[in-house]
């Protein structure tokens, strides 16, 4: 079985962060305690999304590489999948966060008919994405229907572009999707909002925004990794 066989499914994911009074005062202090920088200390309490087990899971993208469309699991009032104009080819479905969690699991879990799950693909996902739904789903009772962070030196199940592009750690310098996006002519997912933005764009309701900035950036994703697949990917374990 080649990967070119399997399903390829980009996915990233939008966290908000809990308010800085939801949480007890003693992780307040570890947290604070454990920053030696100033400025990073006086931030805590507006990063609590980059914590593990701080933030809640508001919005889920993926993208089907082969049939180049996308799904976007959105919290809010419930209602199945739909077609979304926010964005070409795409579609929604909206819930409390344990129905997109599962959701989620669902499609990443899913196989085909002769037993074959499909590819996953990220751009840090091994580092923060695939954690934080595992943790996540685990604080709210879920089982994840796979291991996110399998084994890294191998790119067949979870080909994470970010690690590619650093050369698996080889390289001491590191740059964003949008950076890498430029360098290989992709349309760059830049919007109206960006990561740091979406605790207050969240707070402000504007939940349809980060879905669409979410979305955008998979389909961003997939077309770098589209670029990779046959150039870079195949040096890897894995890539081909």
Avoid at 158 to 175: I, N
Avoid at 182 to 200: A, N
Avoid at 213 to 220: E, F, G, I
């Amino acid at each position: 079985m080649t990967n070119s066989e399997r399903q390829t499914i980009v996915f990233d994911i939008e966290v908000a962060g809990f308010l800085w009074d939801e949480v007890d005062e003693s992780t307040r202090g570890y947290l604070v305690q454990r920053e030696r920088d100033p400025k990073r200390r006086d931030a805590v309490p507006e990063r609590l999304a980059l914590y593990p087990g701080l933030g809640k899971v508001i919005a889920i993208g993926l993208w089907l590489v082969e049939q180049d469309r996308g799904l976007i699991l959105l919290e809010g009032e419930h209602t199945e999948e739909h077609p979304w104009e926010k964005v070409g080819d795409s579609k929604i479905f909206r819930g409390s966060e344990e129905q997109i969690l599962k959701r989620f699991w669902e499609v990443v879990g899913a196989r085909d008919s002769a037993g074959r799950g499909s590819r996953l693909v990220t751009f840090n996902g091994r580092g923060y994405d695939g954690p934080v739904l595992m943790v996540r789903s685990a604080q709210l009772g879920l089982t994840p229907s796979r291991n996110l962070v399998p084994y890294r030196y191998d790119l067949a199940d979870h080909c994470d572009l970010f690690d590619v592009l650093t050369f698996q750690g080889a390289t001491r310098d590191r740059y964003s999707l949008d950076y890498w996006c430029r360098r290989f002519d992709v349309q760059s997912p830049k919007g109206s909002i960006d990561g740091s933005q979406v605790g207050r764009a969240y707070r402000e309701g504007r939940i349809e925004d980060i879905g669409e900035y979410c979305l955008r950036d998979v389909r961003a994703t997939g077309e770098l990794y589209t670029k990779l697949a046959d150039t870079l990917l195949p040096l890897f374990k894995g890539g081909s």
